[in-house]
T-cell receptor, first 113, second 113 residues
């Protein structure tokens, strides 16, 4: 799996958009970008994933650059409950390493009142 | 529709003992992966089961073993427990035939004393 690089921590004001960047410059053509978050002592929660097109669901939007070397997770209106560790992962969704996610240290997002 | 369920949620074992953790995948999922998450670290891939066979394995010793049953549920066994095995053990389920989203359970907290 391609290595991903994320800032160690970020702050965001409640109600504002939180934009979490991720660098994956060595991503291969068949690797998806996955985002998960983990609130203390709970299992990782799936947020969104994409291959090359931008994706949106009820939780967030994922913007992937055209060269696929970086992406941004957008939480449009952050709440205090969005405070968590956010993990960006590049993974081959259908190949021999299917289902194996390589987690880094993630970004600690703190949402302030 | 129940998500990924794990049991027990917490347990304490003595060094040298053996432990069995259990996982029921999300309905419709046939692939189960296990992860270990030490305090302050991201989850680390242990192994994956598909069609009752171990398909992939991370860098973990043979003391870690598993099993998958015909109903796709899975067990993680750890023998000769060490203090360093204290961690959150996470189960993740997925299925290539129903998309490539991977869902995690809430985990089993293991403390070795």
């Amino acid at each position: 799996d391609a290595k991903t690089t994320q800032p160690t921590s970020m702050d965001c004001a409640e109600g504002r958009a939180a934009n979490l960047p991720c660098n994956h410059s060595t991503i291969s053509g068949n690797e998806y970008v996955y985002w998960y978050r983990q609130i203390h002592s709970q299992g990782p929660q799936y947020i969104i994933h994409g291959l090359k097109n931008n994706e949106t669901n009820e939780m967030a939007s994922l913007i992937i650059t055209e060269d696929r070397k970086s992406s941004t997770l957008i939480l449009p209106h952050a709440t205090l409950r969005d405070t968590a560790v956010y993990y960006c992962i590049a993974s081959n969704a259908g190949g021999t390493s299917y289902g194996k996610l390589t987690f880094g240290q993630g970004t600690i997002l703190t949402v302030h009142p | 529709d129940a998500g990924v369920t794990q049991s027990p949620t917490h347990l304490i074992k003595t060094r040298g003992q053996q432990v069995t953790l259990r996982c029921s995948p999300k309905s419709g999922h046939d692939t189960v992966s296990w992860y270990q998450q030490a305090l302050g670290q991201g989850p680390q891939f242990i192994f994956q089961y598909y069609e009752e066979e171990e398909r992939q394995r991370g860098n973990f010793p043979d003391r870690f073993s598993g099993h998958q049953f015909p109903n796709y549920s899975s067990e993680l066994n750890v023998n000769a427990l060490l203090l360093g095995d204290s961690a959150l053990y996470l189960c993740a389920s997925s299925s290539l035939s129903s998309g490539n989203t991977i869902y995690f359970g809430e985990g089993s907290w293991l403390t070795v004393v």
